[in-house]
């Protein structure tokens, strides 16, 4: 080998990078002496930038691209001294390759409950988990920022700060947003747009951007889960009846089913089955309609009726309840009109007194006042 082309490999160079694990954001091109040649090529490829760091200070960011690293094309070597260093690099400088591609699938989730107060159930807590894609948006403050001088800096060690914020921001998004719990899996979408939008001015900061995020599900405690499943079995029975029927029949089912219970079990069907029949017997109708009218005379009679209780507005308050009984005292003493606003359990709204047929009979036990003279 000639003196020139020992001269030549000594002073020309290449740098490039390419990456194969998935994870890596940040990686230093590793050169002995940290030695940069002068004359070096620089390959940047698509989905990359390069960080250019001499002395300890970020000198350029470059994008993809083919770079001579030379005095005409970086301005920061004009300032370095002239080649009188022999065979060794007139500048000692770092390169760091940036990753600014897409790291997609990253989890994130509530590590506790979330309180919120719904507009249905009240004070409750809520779980929620999803994913979300990062990449860096800005090299330069993302190097600054975060990696310092990390020779291989990986997704791993920031994905818990960004969680962190995610989960912060999610708790702050979905306690003021007014959604009842019941209709939050239907706006997923509008409500990982708005924890998005939220969160992208803090990791701005850190040179990040959050491209996608997604609320994959929001779940209520099992309590809860378990409450709200016997109140829909109550829907769908129709009536407490019913559901008492179906839930006695699950009961038998399940004591068929137990062989352990013995003689026991099934005399506990049998009691159960009879006491079904007997109440279906009292029905005309399968799950019940209306009352058999050529019952036996040795039925028990049905329960008394339930008397109703009234409550009364006057002067933007309520008082009550009062019975029927006391609404008549009250007609006789001048404290209840017939244009008196009264109200009962199962009546739509306000109703004024002579409106409603049960207290209008009490205005007709009054004798009308006298004949003028």
């Not at 000639?2 to 001269?7: A, E, K, P, V």
């Not at 001499?54 to 001579?68: C, I, K, S």
């Not at 005409?72 to 500048?91: A, E, V």
């Not at 089955?273 to 005379?297: E, K, L, V, Y």
Request: no cysteine; hydrophobic share 40%; net charge negative.
């Amino acid at each position: 080998m000639g003196i020139f082309d020992f001269l030549t490999g000594e002073f020309i160079d290449v740098i490039h990078w390419t990456d194969d694990t998935r994870d890596t954001m940040v990686w230093r091109f590793q050169r002995e002496g940290h030695e940069i040649k002068y004359g070096a090529k620089l390959t940047v490829r698509e989905g990359q930038a390069a960080v250019f760091v001499h002395e300890g200070q970020l000198a350029d960011v470059f994008t993809p691209g083919l770079y001579m690293l030379e005095t005409n094309n970086m301005p920061i070597m004009t300032t370095l001294q002239h080649w009188d260093h022999g065979f060794k690099s007139p500048f000692k400088s770092e390169i760091y390759y940036v990753n600014t591609t897409r790291f997609n699938d990253l989890k994130w989730g509530t590590k506790n409950p979330i309180m919120l107060r719904d507009p249905e159930f009240g004070p409750t807590r809520l779980r929620a988990f999803g994913t979300y894609s990062v990449r860096v948006a800005d090299p330069a403050k993302f190097l600054l920022e975060i990696v310092g001088t990390d020779g291989e800096f990986t997704m791993d060690e920031i994905s818990y700060q960004i969680r962190n914020i995610i989960v912060q921001e999610f708790s702050r998004v979905i306690a003021s947003s007014g959604i009842p719990v019941l209709d939050m899996a239907a706006n997923t979408a509008d409500l990982g747009k708005l924890v998005a939008a939220a969160i992208s001015q803090t990791v701005a900061g850190y040179g990040l951007s959050i491209p996608e995020l997604y609320i994959e599900n929001i779940s209520l405690p099992p309590a809860v889960e378990a409450a709200l499943d016997k109140r829909t079995s109550v829907g769908v029975a129709g009536d407490l009846g019913r559901y008492t029927q179906y839930s006695a029949a699950e009961a038998m089912t399940e004591a068929a089913r137990n062989p352990a219970g013995g003689g026991m079990a099934a005399g506990m069907g049998a009691g159960m089955g009879i006491a079904m029949a007997q109440q279906m017997a009292d029905q005309s109708g399968p799950w019940g309609t209306a009352p058999a009218t050529n019952a036996p005379s040795s039925q028990m009679p049905p329960p008394p009726p339930v008397e109703r209780v009234w409550h009364i507005a006057e002067n933007g308050e309520t008082h009550g309840p009062y019975s029927k009984a006391a609404m008549g005292r009250m007609v006789r003493d001048g404290k209840l009109t017939r244009q008196s606003h009264v109200w009962t359990a199962g009546q739509d709204g306000w109703l004024q007194a002579e409106d409603v047929a049960e207290l209008a009979q009490l205005f007709t036990v009054m004798p009308p006042p006298p004949p003028a003279g």
